[in-house]
């Protein structure tokens, strides 16, 4: 069974990680600093985002991570968060769109999206493409999305994006990770043999992606009990950004298996059509990916 310590040496690779200071965002950065990788810890809490660096240097004594507020729920804040890094990075190998809400009862975005699938979904969606001329400036560049089993309980309706007609926390969040697959599914597409996009499903992993009210502590006790810990969460998002078995496209599961995926998520009609409704949502339009030209030092 893989581990991570089948990890290669990331000496010289940089990656970005999503929500890395908690559930299993955490792991994931801890586990690719430690063999090399200078990490960015992207959380919208500057404590917590901060906390989780120190956490990662004094498990991994020499490793690079530091910390980059990022608020998935304002495209105004991933905007300037991809300004950051692009201030200081000249390219990027690998991102980890990780962070995420889930179950909340319907609220909304700074810019008016539905919370689970503007956070999800169109906040990565945005992060992605603005950081694209940083990954293509690679040779192999990753992105690694966390979507979820759930994702066969969503559907998209274009003329409700909002859900005003009718909000379940359950389909919602459902919904926001149907996306998460969609997208992760027609990047491959859209980019070839330029970079890889893989999916992953992290399992029933005891996180506080879930808000649990007033009876937070018994349930977090309940779920630690019967879930997997964050760290067994995490591996196949480390499998899919490490591991050179990996290939554009694939949806990675708990135990690195393939799990099914619904026919909605294979669609690729709708895929395009969510594509495009995202880039014009976001105001954020992606690169030619097919037409851009590889750096030097990429497989043909």
């Known amino acids: 069974m893989w581990s991570v310590d089948d990890i290669p040496d990331l000496t010289g690779r940089t990656a970005v990680v999503t929500g890395a200071n908690s559930g299993i965002g955490f792991p994931t950065a801890l586990e690719l600093a430690r063999p090399g990788a200078r990490v960015i810890v992207a959380s919208r809490d500057p404590d917590k985002g901060r906390a989780a660096v120190g956490r990662i240097l004094e498990r991994a004594p020499g490793a690079h991570a530091e910390f980059e507020r990022l608020d998935l729920a304002d495209l105004g804040s991933v905007r300037a968060f991809a300004e950051a890094i692009g201030s200081r990075l000249d390219a990027l190998d690998l991102l980890v769109n990780n962070a995420g809400v889930g179950m909340i009862p319907r609220t909304t975005t700074a810019d ?43 559907r998209l309706d274009f003329d409700d994006l909002e859900l005003r007609q009718g909000y379940g926390r359950m389909s919602a969040y459902g919904r926001s990770k149907l996306a998460n697959l969609l997208f992760a599914f027609e990047l ?113």
Request: net charge positive; hydrophobic share 45%; proline share 9%.
């Open 112 to 154: 008016g999206f539905e919370m689970q699938l503007g956070t999800n979904h169109f906040g990565h969606f945005a992060l992605t493409g603005l950081l694209m001329p940083l990954l293509l400036a690679r040779p192999c560049p990753r992105v690694v999305t966390v979507a979820s089993d759930a994702h066969k309980a969503g």
């Open 188 to 300: 491959q597409r859209r980019a070839g043999a330029r970079l890889l996009s893989v999916a992953t499903h992290p399992g029933a992993t005891a996180t506080d992606i879930v808000k649990l009210g007033p009876l937070s502590g018994l349930l977090k006790t309940l779920m630690r009990v019967a879930m997997q810990p964050p760290e067994a969460g995490a591996l196949p998002s480390l499998y899919a950004a490490t591991s050179p078995e990996i290939r554009g496209g694939e949806f990675l599961g708990p135990k690195l298996k393939r799990p099914a995926i619904s026919a909605a998520a294979g669609d690729e009609a709708l895929a395009r059509r969510l594509w495009t409704v995202s880039e014009e949502l976001t105001g954020v339009q992606f690169p030619d990916l097919a037409a851009t030209p590889r750096p030097r030092g990429a497989a043909e």
